[in-house]
């Protein structure tokens, strides 16, 4: 396992414009994305020999990855898939990668991800393609969101823990404060406050308006190398220096419970992930995580080990993820204020965090940026993949 | 893009279940638990080679992978284990008041399902509260489970 460290690096990251994009279609915005991961790159595509994608939920095609290659005239590969983990998709993807990379089958595996959930469905379409996710006889019946289930674990997070919806409402707060640094983020214009989550519609108790994601169009490509091929490549190299996975329950009848059995999902996955890395949580610089809900972020905080789950919720209250805090999170804005385009929603992250490490965000670029663990979680919180990157210096 | 819900109601299909928003298209090995609605009687499999007890129905016993089939009737009581009230819902077309809640519930027999808490606001609820069945019929002649507070 310990192979895997060093072995790979991103040496090229592509994202699309983000938002309501009319007229956009999947196609187009992975080959945007895989163009501009290309050019980011520095190589000729030819030197791509690998190629993982997710498919779409608006034009999905069987055996989608061969159709994209054939869009992207990318026909010669050692290795084709989709990865079908939902939001642990993305770091699933790059672990795949840089596995493909380490036992010698692939140079270049490049990720594709793209999805126009807003102009190709909107709200409207969406909600109900989602609600296929239920248990169509056991769940869908009594009309459940797809969020309804974190609503059903932040219920219990509340009773065992004593969250309170106030304190996880600096969550969405600090994703607004980051969005105001990031020219892409779709709510950079419009702060909240805490006051503000609480008086949002309620949608599904405890959860409101503010506490759910956006719904966005959106591309992302991320090239993953050989190390040693990435230190000649256009970019600083950013290596993964560990990975690590937890896939449990689709539903939630046969979960032992809402709470510590998730988190502890989590945290499998994210050990594993600093055990091969050689890492601790006082090691990384700064973290990143699917947010399609606010209260994701304290509990995937609580997984990757920043806090344990009775001071997660304080711990996101304190301020210490916000801009200033003492661990920047999802400093793009994330799910809930930066963009949600489905599945590369959670791709986002990982450019984010190639993008600090080195050196190239802009307003929001974090002085101390050497590592960072990224956390896809998807499921409600059932399926996680974890990865810690870090810079040349951390090899 | 076709959806689930976009299912036709078909009342000479014996496995269409017409709620009215939506319609469930059960599968044939779960055919006993919604005939066991129709009688009233919330049916949870249970495998006679192992004597698991799980839910929801599967074509196979979740523990030992034999052809599931039997079932236990629930003594219908339960207890509450988490709550949502749902203020948007699902599609525009849910005929359900709202907010409406939905619930997890803990059957006595050690299984959780998911249901609609009738007769009750957000705010009586509370941590493991009691629970009831209850069955409902509705307009197309379909019978669904519900919950209620007990006593």
């Not at chain 1, 503010?210 to 993953?224: E, R, T």
Request: aromatic share 6%; charged share 20%; glycine share 10%.
């Amino acid at each position: 396992m310990s192979s895997l460290r060093g072995a790979a690096a991103i040496t090229g990251i592509g994202e699309t414009a983000l938002g309501h994009l009319p007229g956009s279609n999947v196609m187009d915005l992975c080959a945007e994305s895989a163009r501009l991961c290309i050019e980011d790159a520095g190589i000729d595509k030819d030197q791509v020999d690998g190629l993982i994608a997710f498919g779409s939920r608006v034009e999905d095609h069987t055996r989608f990855q061969a159709l994209l290659a054939e869009h992207l005239g990318m026909p010669a590969k050692h290795y084709t898939d989709v990865t079908k983990t939902g939001g642990a998709s993305s770091a699933s993807a790059v672990r795949t990668a840089a596995s493909l990379i380490a036992t010698g089958q692939c140079d270049n595996v490049m990720i594709v991800f793209a999805d126009n959930l807003s102009s190709g469905l909107g709200p409207d379409g969406i909600i109900p393609i989602f609600a296929a996710h239920h248990h169509l006889e056991y769940e869908l019946p009594f009309g459940p969101l797809i969020i309804s289930l974190y609503a059903l674990v932040a219920r219990r997070l509340m009773i065992e823990y004593g969250w309170t919806p106030e304190q996880v409402a600096h969550a969405a707060v600090a994703a607004r404060q980051w969005a105001a640094l990031n020219p892409k983020a779709a709510l950079r214009d419009t702060p909240i406050t805490v006051a503000d989550v609480m008086a949002s519609r309620p949608i599904t108790t405890p959860l409101r308006r503010a506490d759910c994601s956006l719904i966005s169009d959106g591309g992302a490509a991320l090239l993953v190398s050989r190390a040693d091929h990435a230190r000649g490549g256009r970019k600083k190299p950013v290596y993964l220096l560990g990975a690590g996975s937890m896939f449990s329950y689709y539903y939630i009848h046969n979960l032992p419970n809402f709470t510590d059995y998730l988190i502890d999902l989590g945290a499998e996955s994210a050990n594993r992930a600093k055990d091969i890395a050689r890492l601790g949580n006082k090691d990384m610089d700064m973290a990143f995580l699917g947010d399609p809900v606010s209260w994701c972020v304290p509990a995937n905080l609580a997984s990757m080990g920043f806090c344990n789950i009775r001071d997660a919720a304080e711990f996101v209250a304190s301020g210490a993820i916000a801009p200033g805090g003492s661990l920047p999170v999802n400093t793009h804005g994330g799910n809930l204020a930066c963009a949600h385009p489905g599945t590369p929603g959670q791709t986002l992250p990982i450019i984010e965090a190639v993008r600090q490490l080195r050196g190239e965000a802009g307003a929001r670029q974090q002085k101390k940026a050497n590592t960072a663990m990224v956390h896809g979680q998807a499921g409600v919180l059932t399926s996680h993949c974890t990865l810690v990157l870090g810079t040349e210096d951390t090899l | 893009m076709k959806t689930p819900l976009d299912v036709e109601a078909d009342p000479t299909d014996p496995d269409i279940i017409d709620i009215g928003w939506m319609r469930i298209v059960t599968s044939p090995y779960a055919r006993f638990f919604w005939e066991g609605c129709k009688k009233h009687e919330l049916r949870i499999p249970k495998c006679n080679a192992c004597g698991n007890v799980w839910f929801y129905p599967t074509p196979r016993c979740t523990k030992c992978l034999a052809p599931a089939g039997d079932w236990i009737v629930s003594c219908g009581d339960a207890t509450l284990y988490s709550w949502t009230a749902v203020y948007r819902p699902v599609v525009e077309a849910v005929s359900k008041t709202l907010p409406y809640l939905v619930v997890v519930v803990e059957m006595a027999e050690g299984v959780r399902m998911m249901a609609n808490l009738e007769g009750a606001k957000e705010e009586q609820l509370r941590d493991g509260m009691p629970l009831r069945v209850g069955f409902k019929e509705l307009p197309s002649g379909a019978v669904m489970p519900y919950f209620s507070l007990a006593g």
